[in-house]
C-alpha cells in the first residue's frame, strides 16, 4: 500500500460518527428567520390559488407592497439586499419548490439528496457536501415533495410511500415519504444538464478518447443495436442523449422510459412515459406495454431509458424486426455482465424459451454494449466499447474494441489512464459499409 494510505484509514476509524445537520448560517439565516415571521401575515392578505397563475416575476411586483406593509408592522428594517432575498424566498416558497430553488438553480450542482427537514446533501464534480438549506419541518418538506409529484400526476401519500416523478426541466425525481422512511421525507433529485452533452463534449472532458468518439458517431450514425451499461450515476442517460445527436433527422424515434428524463436532439421524437396504477391498483402501464404498442406506431428506432425486466424481450424482438439502431441503458458492471443480466430479464418474464435460444436471440440483436463507469475520483468514463459477435456453442461470442486502463493516481486523488484500441478489425464493418462509412470505422478501430 502506497504510504498514507493506512493514515487514512485510521483518520476513518477516529472519526466521529456524527451526522451533519445543514443549518443555513449568517445572512442566510437571517432571512430565513424573517421569512418565518412574514409568511403566515402574507399568507393571510393573499390568495395562494390566484398566486398560482403568475409568473415569479410579476408576484415579486404584486408582493413588493405587501412584504413592506408587514414589515413595519413586524417593525423590522431591511436594507435593499436583505428586501431582495427576502421577496425571492417568499415567492420561491409559494411558487417553487422553497428552498430547493437555490440548489436546483445552482449549475454545478448534479444530485440534490434531502434526508429529512434537516439535513440535504448535495453533489457537486462527483463528490458529496452538505448544502446550506434548511425546510422548517417535517410538514413544509412534505408539502414541497407533495408539489413535485403532483404536477406530473403522480401522488404521495400513506398508501402509496413512494413515487417517481420528474420536474419540468427533465430532472428525474424520487421521494419516499415516513413510515417507510425514518428521518423524514427523503427527496432524490438527479439534476437534468441545461445544455445537451454531446460525444465531442464527452470526449474534450476526457471521458472517451478521440477515436472512441468517432466510433461511437458511426455507430450511432449507421443504426447499429447499442446497450450502455454502467453503474447508477455513472452517465448512461447522458451516453445516450449524445449518441442520439446522431440519429438521422428524418428517423422516427420513439423513447420509452418510467419518468421520461431523456432529451433527445430529434425533429421527429415522441417520447412515452409509463403510468403507476391508480388506488384501486388497476389501470397501470407497464415499459412493456409501451414497447408492444410502440412497434404499431411505424418506429425507425425504440430507445428504451432503462430495461429492468421482462420488456428486455421485447425490445430483442423490435431490434430484429426492422427496428435497428435502438438503444436501451442497463444497470451492470461489465460488458458481459451486462449480456448475462439481459439473460435473466427475458427470463424473469413467463416466455417459456430455452436459454440458449435466448442467448443466440441476444447474440443476432445486440451489436455494441457501451460500459460507463464512475470512477473514485468522481470522473466519469467510457471504459469498454465491446462488439456482440455470435453464438460459439452455448457462449456469446465478443470482441473488446477500446478499453479503458487504469494507470496511476495523482497525489490529489485524480486517475490517471489510457483509452487503448484493441487494433481489431470490427465485426461490424459490414453495417458500417452500407452507410459509407466502412474506412472512417476501421481506422478508428485499428
Keep these: ?57 410579476e408576484l415579486a411586483e404584486e408582493f ?52 429529512g427537514p434537516d439535513q440535504t446533501f448535495v453533489e457537486r464534480k462527483g463528490k458529496l457536501e452538505l448544502a446550506q438549506i434548511q425546510f422548517r419541518d417535517e410538514e413544509h418538506l412534505f408539502q414541497i415533495a407533495q408539489r413535485i409529484v403532483n404536477k406530473v400526476g403522480r401522488r404521495v401519500d400513506q398508501t402509496t410511500p413512494l413515487a417517481d416523478a420528474r420536474l419540468q426541466d427533465g430532472s428525474r425525481v424520487n421521494v419516499i415519504i415516513p413510515p417507510l422512511s425514518l428521518r423524514g421525507t427523503a427527496i432524490s433529485i438527479r439534476k437534468f444538464s441545461e445544455k445537451p452533452i454531446t460525444l465531442d463534449m464527452m470526449r474534450g472532458y476526457g471521458s472517451m478518447s478521440e ?3 468517432t466510433c461511437l458517431k458511426i455507430a450511432g450514425a449507421c443504426r447499429m443495436n447499442i446497450v450502455i451499461s454502467g453503474g447508477t450515476g455513472s452517465g448512461k442517460t447522458t451516453m445516450l442523449n449524445a449518441l442520439s445527436k446522431m440519429i438521422d433527422p428524418g428517423e422516427r424515434v ?61 425490445l430483442l424482438a423490435a431490434m430484429n424486426t426492422g427496428h435497428d439502431g435502438s438503444m436501451a441503458t442497463l444497470h451492470s458492471n461489465s460488458p458481459r455482465e451486462c ?86 478489425r470490427p465485426y461490424t464493418l459490414e453495417k458500417a459499409k452500407q452507410f459509407g462509412f466502412d474506412q472512417p470505422y476501421l481506422e478508428a478501430c485499428l
Design 211 to 213: 477515436k472512441m468518439a
Design 339 to 424: 449480456l448475462a443480466r439481459m439473460e435473466n430479464m427475458v427470463m424473469m418474464g413467463d416466455i417459456k424459451i430455452p436459454k440458449e435460444a435466448i442467448s443466440r436471440q441476444i447474440a443476432d440483436s445486440v451489436d455494441l454494449i457501451v460500459q460507463v463507469k464512475r470512477l473514485r475520483d468522481g470522473s466519469r468514463r467510457t471504459t469498454n466499447i465491446t462488439e456482440v459477435i455470435g453464438m460459439e456453442g452455448e457462449v456469446i461470442v465478443t470482441q473488446e474494441l477500446f478499453k479503458f486502463e487504469y494507470l496511476d493516481e495523482t497525489p490529489d486523488g485524480k486517475i490517471i489512464g489510457e483509452y487503448r484500441s484493441m487494433g481489431l
Design 254 to 314: 420513439i423513447t420509452i422510459e418510467d419518468a421520461a428524463e431523456l432529451r433527445l436532439q430529434q425533429p421527429h421524437w415522441l417520447p412515452l412515459e409509463t403510468r403507476p396504477p391508480n388506488l384501486e391498483g388497476q389501470g397501470a402501464i407497464t415499459i412493456r406495454d409501451l414497447v408492444i404498442n410502440a412497434l404499431r406506431m411505424r418506429p425507425d428506432r425504440i430507445i428504451l431509458g432503462e430495461i429492468r425486466g421482462q420488456e428486455c424481450f421485447d
Design 64 to 115: 413588493r407592497p405587501i412584504i413592506s406593509e408587514v414589515l413595519t408592522e413586524l417593525k423590522i428594517n431591511l436594507n435593499r439586499r436583505e428586501q431582495f432575498a427576502l421577496e425571492k424566498v417568499l415567492v420561491d416558497e409559494l411558487l417553487g419548490l422553497g428552498p430547493l430553488e437555490e440548489l436546483l438553480a445552482d449549475p454545478a450542482v448534479s444530485d440534490i439528496m434531502v434526508n
Design 1 to 57: 500500500m502506497p504510504v498514507g494510505a493506512m493514515d487514512r484509514l485510521n483518520n476513518r476509524m477516529n472519526a466521529s460518527g456524527e451526522q451533519g445537520s445543514s443549518k443555513a448560517e449568517g445572512f442566510e439565516a437571517s432571512v430565513h428567520r424573517i421569512k418565518e415571521q412574514v409568511l403566515p401575515r402574507l399568507l393571510e392578505r393573499v390568495d395562494p390559488e390566484a398566486a398560482a397563475t403568475l409568473g415569479k416575476d
